[in-house]
Every structure is written in C-alpha cells, then in structure tokens.
C-alpha cells in the first residue's frame, strides 16, 4: 500500500544524497594548490556556492583566511616557526647587529612563548587568542635581545607572506557573484592588520580586504562569538550567512551551531600526510627538539 492507503501505484524512491562533486575531486588530489589550479574542481566547488547562495537567499560570505582564501605550502606549522627563527636570525646579521642567539634558540623560544600566552591568555571576549605582538615580545625577552621585538613581528610575517598564495577561487567568487558581501574571518594570533598585510602583499593589488581575526578580541570561529560579531557587524540574520573553509570544528560545525550555512573544503589527505612529514623531520630530527618541548607539541598542520 502507498501512503494514502490505495494498492499500487508508482512510489516515489527517496533520495540519498552523497558528499557533494568537489569534495570527492578534492579527497583524490594531491593539495590544495593543485585543487584549485583545476578549472574544473573550482567550478565544482563554485557549483555547490551557488547552489547555498540560491537556496537560503545569502547576503553574506565569509571566507577563512589560512588554507582557503590563503593556501599555504605543504609544511606544517613547526616547519613555519622554525622557517621564521632562519629569517630572523639572518635579518638581524643583515641589518648589522650580531645575534647571540642560534636559530634553534629562537624557535625554541617561540614555542616557549606560544605555550606562555596561551596559558594565561587574558582575551576579553571567549575563544580569543593571545596578540601576536606579546608573543613576540616574550620571544626576544627570552632570547634576552627585547629591542628586536619589531624586528621579530617584521621577520615572522615576511616569512608568512612567503609561505602563502592567493586562492584563484576569490576572483572566480567575485565574477560570479558580483553583489555578494564578502568577509574573511580566521582563529590566529595574528591581528586583523598584520593578517590584510599578509593578504594584501600575496594579492599584489591595492585591496583593503575585511578581515576579522580572533586575535582582535571579538571572539573566535571556535566559540562561535567570531561569527556572532560578523552577525551584528553587518547586520545579517545567521540564516543569511554563508562560511567556507578547511576545519571540520571551526569553519562547518561552529557556523552550522549558530545557523549559519557552512562548506567544507579540507585538507586532501596527501597534503595532510606532507605536513605531518615536515613536522616529524623537526620534531625527530638531528637537530630534532629538547625532549622537555616535545612533550608540550602536538601536530598542527
């Protein structure tokens, strides 16, 4: 019998919806750069946009900064330290002075400082993390050379700026969907004008981008409070917002917590597992870390 209780009758099939196209182009390829370098896998992804966008009648779009709007070389975020202690330890011998201090005392004092802030992280909204510029104060303080503080913070976003490159989705996005209002929210330390001149300097155009970091003290993407902000900010129901980005917790879960509509566009597996190598070749290596730091680093890609 069918629903209405007559014999017969031809019964609609329920529908089974799978992962979405660009998701399963995204899983098989080898990182995101070549994800998105793919015509083909951008237009996927450009697909599944439109169809949110059309269907829950979007005003907004937010998009996170690191590893979507902004995608990084395959080396994790030890890697990245260790990378921005080399350039600091060459600026300084560049600029005339004489560090006393070798590259691996630098990173080591970055991950020092890391853990200290962190720890007794005094944000004033939930979820937000510690500035940039105490971190790296904390840094030189233990490298006993304070005076190259902004030495530092000019060192580590040089190094940021060499380690990213712009998505070609965000143009795509902007042809497409010319009057979208589009955002960028992202969980860092880093400051939302330390992060615009990262952004603005891979972009290599004049943009004042609107960027809104965890590390301003709005809150953060993981607490939900970042998204909250954005909601009061420009004054858009959840409902009406739509977030992308590669954290399954803080750019799909959190969003869809609060109501907004959210995609995920991970890490493909084989840049996860790149990652995870540059970390171990760190971490275990010759010049590998004191065992008294490995207990306190976790794997981040």
Not at 2 to 20: C, N, S, T
Not at 93 to 121: H, K, M, Q
Not at 145 to 174: F, K
């Amino acid at each position: 019998m069918d629903g209405h209780g007559k014999i017969g009758g031809k019964r609609a099939e329920p529908l089974v919806a799978g992962p979405p196209p660009y998701l399963e182009a995204l899983r098989a390829n080898a990182g995101l750069r070549s994800f998105y370098s793919s015509p083909e896998d951008r237009a996927a992804l450009l697909d599944a946009i439109a169809e949110k966008v059309t269907e829950h009648r979007i005003t907004l779009l937010s998009i996170d900064i690191f590893d979507t709007a902004l995608l990084r070389r395959q080396r994790s975020e030890l890697a990245r330290f260790r990378c921005a202690a080399k350039r600091f330890h060459r600026t300084v011998f560049e600029t005339g002075g004489t560090p006393d201090f070798s590259i691996e005392d630098a990173l080591l004092a970055r991950i020092a400082a890391a853990r200290a802030a962190y720890s007794v992280n005094g944000s004033k909204a939930e979820g937000g993390d510690p500035a940039f510029r105490e971190i790296a104060k904390t840094v030189c303080s233990l490298l006993r050379r304070p005076e190259l503080t902004r030495l530092y913070i000019e060192s580590e976003l040089a190094s940021e700026i060499d380690d990213v490159q712009v998505n070609p989705l965000l143009e795509a996005v902007r042809s497409r969907f010319p009057a979208l209002r589009t955002i960028f929210l992202t969980d860092t330390y880093l400051e939302g004008p330390q992060v615009r001149k990262i952004f603005s300097a891979a972009h290599g155009k004049v943009r004042r981008p609107t960027i809104l970091s965890s590390a301003d003290g709005f809150g953060s993407k993981a607490a939900g409070t970042l998204f909250a902000h954005a909601e009061r900010t420009f004054q858009v129901p959840p409902k009406r917002a739509l977030h992308i980005g590669d954290n399954l917790e803080t750019d799909y879960l959190s969003p869809k917590r609060r109501g907004w509509q959210a995609l995920h566009v991970p890490l493909p597996v084989a840049e996860l597992a790149a990652r995870r190598t540059s970390f171990e070749r760190i971490f275990r290596g010759g010049r590998g870390l004191p065992t008294a730091f490995r207990r306190d680093i976790a794997f981040a890609p």
